[in-house]
């Protein structure tokens, strides 16, 4: 079946203007996570949704970063106000967590969307 | 804040050679899992350790995670040029992963 997809693959903006990275869950995945991935470099949360319980954003880096996950499925992370620093790759990643069940979930991510501001 | 340090960060080696990456914190995780990343790819999961020295083998890779759950280590045997790649370890509090620093790995056939 279909994986986890995200667009656009590569953003290149100026400083200042606003960005919108999408990601396409697996169907039927109630968990949604968005990382950020610099050069080479390991893995930073930012945020988590599950179902209809209220996201966790304790890893959004500033009031500029936010997100939404419409209907449990599509979600946006919305850059605003782009800065240089804010230059990495964004991935998304997408689980079905098994209720009552003790097992790690398995994440399956998307390719990135590489995000270059200039 | 908890952190994951993983060593070495770069590491060269040459075809037929073995190799161990390390995976260090202060934290006690739940259960701790190794990706592998390819370039313009997100990771994929390779195992999920769960039980304090649990060992599990995938072929040529050996994980075990330390008796405490704070620590892991990834061992490849006689690496080869498809094992190139970051290697990733993510420690795994509730619903949360803390991802390690990464290591790249470079098998010269």
């Known amino acids: 079946g279909a994986g986890v997809s995200q667009s656009p693959s590569n953003k290149v903006t100026e400083k200042g203007k606003d960005v919108e990275l999408r990601c396409d869950p697996i169907?039927?995945?109630?968990?949604l996570y968005w990382y950020r991935q610099s050069l080479g470099q390991g893995l930073e949360f930012l945020i988590y949704?599950?179902?209809?319980?209220?996201?966790?954003k304790s890893g959004l880096p500033s009031d500029r970063f936010s997100a939404e996950r419409t209907g449990g499925s599509v979600s946006t992370l919305t850059i605003q106000r782009t800065q240089q620093e804010d230059s990495a790759v964004y991935l998304c990643?997408?689980?079905?967590?098994?209720?009552?069940?003790?097992?790690?979930?398995?994440?399956?991510f998307g390719p990135g969307t590489r995000l270059t501001v200039l | 804040t908890q952190l994951l340090e993983q060593s070495p960060q770069f590491l060269s080696i040459q075809e037929g050679e073995n190799l161990t990456v390390y995976c260090n914190s202060s934290?006690?995780?739940?259960?701790l899992q190794w990706y592998r990343q390819e370039p313009g790819e997100g990771p994929v999961l390779l195992v999920t350790?769960?039980?304090?020295?649990e060992v599990k083998k995938l072929k040529r890779l050996t994980f075990q995670f330390g008796d405490a759950r704070k620590d892991s280590s990834l061992h490849i045997t006689a690496a080869q040029p498809g094992d190139t790649g970051l290697y990733l370890c993510?420690?795994?509090?509730?619903?949360?992963?803390?991802f390690g620093t990464g290591t790249r790995l470079k098998v010269l056939a």
């Open positions: 169907s039927g995945h109630t968990a």
């Open positions: 993510a420690g795994v509090i509730f619903y949360k992963y803390i």
């Open positions: 990643a997408s689980s079905r967590p098994l209720a009552g069940s003790t097992s790690t979930d398995t994440q399956y």
């Open positions: 350790v769960v039980t304090g020295g």
């Open positions: 949704f599950q179902g209809n319980s209220a996201p966790d």
């Open positions: 934290s006690v995780f739940s259960s």
